[in-house]
């Protein structure tokens, strides 16, 4: 079965950081990379950081130097280690795996909120 699960969202200060988990089960389209997701109300959701099965990295330059992505291929889970958090990174943060050559799994989203 196909399903992504993430977590480790919440609330946070600014300047403080946070860890979103993907738990990834089913197969992955390895050639293309796969990634986290940003959406705020009213607006179209973003990439912020991608991975390829190579571990290539790409970041948007919002969070470039602050954000890290990472992957665990034995435990199958994906990660977005961000650190001095803005109140700019409030969104609801979403994985984002390749399933073949046009399609794509997405997670329910987890909610980062950063006060300031």
């Known amino acids: 079965q196909e399903q992504l699960v993430e977590s480790g969202g919440g609330l946070v200060q600014a300047g403080g950081s946070l860890r979103l988990s993907c738990a990834i089960s089913?197969?992955?389209?390895?050639?293309?990379?796969m990634g986290w997701y940003r959406q705020v109300p009213g607006k179209q959701r973003e990439s912020v950081a991608t991975i390829t099965s190579g571990d290539k990295t790409n970041y948007s330059d919002s969070v470039k130097g602050r954000f890290t992505i990472s992957r665990d291929n034995a435990k199958n889970t994906m990660y977005l280690q961000m650190n001095s958090l803005k109140p700019e990174d409030t969104g609801r943060y979403y994985c984002k795996v390749p399933r073949g050559w046009s399609t794509d799994s997405w997670g329910q989203g987890t909610q980062v909120t950063v006060s300031s």
């Open positions: 089913g197969s992955i389209f390895s050639i293309r990379a």
